[in-house]
């Protein structure tokens, strides 16, 4: 009986989103959240950057990138990285890799609950090549102490 119990509140704590908010974000899309402006969009967007430093052999990475050292440490670009003013922003960055072929579909960050929710959206390719798809967000520094929750998944 006592484990029979024990099961039955185990599973209604994950079940049950902590303050509106589930750990995947899901409940911070309408009116609960509140959208946080990214910066240097077009620096990146103009520059394909990647990871490197970073264990390949796992399927997903997520960091937080305050300083310039970290920087330098962690991003790889086409051409010089773009020029981010770390006084000011910091960076959520990651890597997913997939068995097959990938894309991103759309990015954004959210305030929802004192949490920063960083969703990320790819889309299944039809071909089976190993894909890395790689994402980041700049973002103002004022945030940095918030938790961060990195949502990265499929769209259905």
Same mark, same amino acid.
């Given at each position: ?6 099961? /039955? @509140? ?8 902590? =303050?509106?908010?589930? $750990?995947?974000?899901? !409940? ?54 773009? /020029? @981010? ?8 960055? =990651?890597?997913?890799? $997939?068995?097959?072929? !990938? ?54």
């Amino acid at each position: 009986m006592k484990t029979l119990l024990f099961n /039955a @509140v185990l599973g209604l704590l994950f079940a049950t989103p902590l =303050g509106g908010c589930d $750990h995947g974000g899901e !409940a911070c899309g309408g009116d609960d959240a509140q959208e946080v402006q990214n910066f240097y969009t077009d620096e990146f967007g103009n520059n394909p950057c990647i990871l490197q430093n970073i264990d390949n052999d796992d399927k997903d990475v997520n960091l937080i990138i305050k300083t310039q050292a970290d920087y330098e440490k962690y991003f790889a670009c086409s051409f010089q990285p773009p /020029a @981010v003013d770390f006084k000011k922003y910091f960076i959520l960055a =990651g890597r997913y890799r $997939h068995h097959q072929c !990938a894309a991103i579909d759309s990015q954004k960050t959210l305030l929802c609950e004192n949490r920063l929710f960083f969703k990320v959206r790819m889309l299944h390719k039809d071909c089976y090549a190993i894909t890395n798809l790689f994402y980041f967000a700049v973002i103002e520094r004022q945030l940095e102490n918030l938790p961060v929750v990195f949502d990265v998944r499929f769209t259905d």
